[in-house]
């Protein structure tokens, strides 16, 4: 057995051999297959590639021979100098960063400038002849991702550019809606004023673009402006507006969130079809170069103008910007047009004002003021003139100051230029001119609405005749008058043809009152009324002893323009409220005195009303006399305290006013009105000392009509109405309280009528002494000086029998009255009436004429002042109540 297994195994080892070679085989089949497939495949490709290229070369040759621009002929006339044409390094926006020798514009990419679009225009301006310039967009920058509490809307594309020509002195942000420019943007748009019009494909980073400006009359594609891209041509020649045309135009970049080469020449980086000269080597018949003047003393000029507000302020600014437009305007409503054109949209707000607009935008980095705070930091490091028209800190010394630390002296010459008192003959006459074209496009608006609203009528008439046209033609088609029909439509054509009318010229001219204006009034105020009047006072010229190098008066000389300031100031003074007044110390003792003395006496009103407590305050004040009688050593009194007839009473002759020398107040007749005129009384008198006292300004001792609810507002947190009063207006106050109210006829100043160290309870005699005069007229049968006063009325109490020896306070000696415990009114009259806490009210309500007392007829019992035939009146109970005292009613 071994020795036959020993013969087989060779045989067994050459069959095992053989199946390892034939898996071998297989595997080297499926490896050559896959190479053959891939073989193929990259033959395929190379084929389609130069399939590809051969159809690229055939456009491109087919384009070529299309082209209808030819090689241009060497040039022969004299050129610009090397380094003439270029871009300009003053004729461009704060937030432009020029760098390797101006060949790279970077742009500024900080808070809310990444939303800001940059723009630069070349130093010549193209007049005729054909002339390219190239830009490439080197590299994209990133924008900062949407905010959480991002509620506006981020104009897009975030990446853009625009090529194109401008105007000198126009706007740098091409496509803004100006007429003064037209261009191209990376978005493959041409761009004039309101027209945007897709004309191309979009080219993006590293792409190489060449703008090439046609001005060649000879050229069959004269006055045209062409977009090629890595030499190829990618929209058909447009043509220039008319608007431009015979101008000289300068190339400008426009762009946002981009690295920009620009290339002037002398040589193009990507040819194209056709021969084109750069413009850096232009001839100079073709071009204006723009020359910029160098300050002589080598330092660049910063102007502040110092006006005052709604005095033509603004209108001087761009007065002064159309005369030098190589200065940069530096302030909040230049950065907000700036957004504008930037497209970035504000909702309308109200309370802003011309110099300080409101910047909200809604995102975040926009409204956080960063593009101010970057821009005051540029400013002074770049080459520009600049404006500062910031017209409530150049009227205040102390930020005068800090502004003219920005600009050092080494490098800017700093100028106040004062434009204060009577305007020039020029500045007038530009003024008229401004008026004259509000008036026209007022005018025009108008008429183009009524033209809006005739032709909208008139299209509803045409619907309606057509309407009835038709129901007539079926009428006639079915009783067989269809030549009639088509005779009598030709008639109605006709006449309508006859009744169009030609569009008239709008003829607008101005009236004496505007011919006499000096100033113009914008939809706007130059200050909102808060800051002014938070800041007027303040005011003050410029000085050279400030840091400004040069003080001019472009108006008036400094002596009468300092004139102007004192009675402009002196003015605002009289009628302008001081937002940021406190109440002083002396106020506040004063306050909280007389609301512990009101309340007392509210409290002393109300028990003596009160049989049963009028007992307790007679026996407790007969105690008193005892005791003070023993302290003395004398004998105690025996006899009664005498009989007074309060109504004969000199009131002013009464020492203490809680006792007229019988135990009854002198106040124990107050009703609702009289409670209320008291408080009123001593309010107003205690406001007018304390204003003057807590201001401490000689020229303005007090304060006007208008401000009376302001103020009062501001010193007793609460609001002040001459409705409470029933008063239609402060001539009706004052005839009510004129024994502490005056009001000064030359100045219309509020004036009080008693002296600080008025002792209050005087307020009492005054308010008891009115009292008794309106009674006096009612029983003379004069019913107007019966007062009602609007207010609320308390919650009815519930019935109870009555207490003592009758429901009105009955009883010997008792004037008839309100006694606790007594009747409430009928319940349909029940309202919560305002309660005391110290004062006599804690606000005023809202009254109306509606919300009156609710009356009862009664006859007293017993001696009163008052007549028989005087109703009484629901009042207010309660110890702070304005009824006085605890009663559930009141005599008026």
Known sequence: KTRGLL??????QCRAMGAEDEKKDVEMKEEAEEKVKEEDAEMKEAKEEEQKGGEEAAEKEAKKSTEQETDAPEETRAKVGPGVVGLSATDATLNVMPTAGNKLLMPLTEGGFQYLLAGARATAGVKAGRYMFEVRIVEMHRASDVQNNQQGKVPMPRNLIRIGLSEAGSSLILGDGSSQSVCFDSEGFVIFEASRKKVSQKFGRGAT??????MDEASPNANTISLFKEGVRICEPQAIPEQLRGKALIPTVTYKNVTVQVNYGPRPLVPLPFSCHMLSCAAKADVDVTEVAKPSDGKFEVVFPVGLPEQGYFDWVDAFLEKHPDYIEISDRKLLDWASKSGLWRPKTQGHSNDKPDMKFGIPHMDDLSVKRVLSHIAPTTCHNFIVPELKANLMADERKEALLKFPSHDFKKVAAVVVGEPTAEYKAKIQELILTDKKEKAASERKKKAAEEERKRLIEEKRKKADEARKAAKRKRDGEEDAAKEE???EEEEEAKEETKSEEIVVELTDEEKALSYRKLSSPDITDSVLAKSYA??????KEEGFDDVSFH?????????????WILAKKLTQRVEDLKPGDSFKEAWTKWQKSLQEWRKLASDWK???????LLAKRAEAKKKEAEEKGDEAPQQEDPEIDIEELDVFAVQNVCDVGNGEPLFANFVYEDWFLLSTRYEIHLLL??????????DRPSFTEKDLGFYYNRYFKKAFSLKSYNAKDLAGLVELIHDTLLVNKESSFLEPALSDDTPIANFVKLTEEHRRDRQRRLDAGDETAELKFPR???APPARQPPSGSSWHGGGSGSRPGSAGGGRGPPPHSARQAPSGNGSHYSSRPAYSSSSSAQKRAYTPTGASSYSSKQPRTYGGGGGGGYGGGGGSYYRR
């Open 689 to 698: 000392h304390s204003f003057k006292k807590d201001l401490n300004d000689s």
């Open 7 to 12: 013969a087989l195994r060779p045989h067994l």
């Open 489 to 491: 439509e030709t008639k």
């Open 209 to 214: 673009v060449a703008m090439v400006v046609n």
């Open 792 to 794: 609320n009325a308390p």
């Open 538 to 543: 303040g005011f003050t010229l410029p000085s």
């Open 610 to 616: 009160d049989p049963n407590k009028r007992k307790a």
């Open 555 to 567: 108006w008036q000389p400094e002596g009468e323009a300092a004139k102007v300031l004192k009675d």
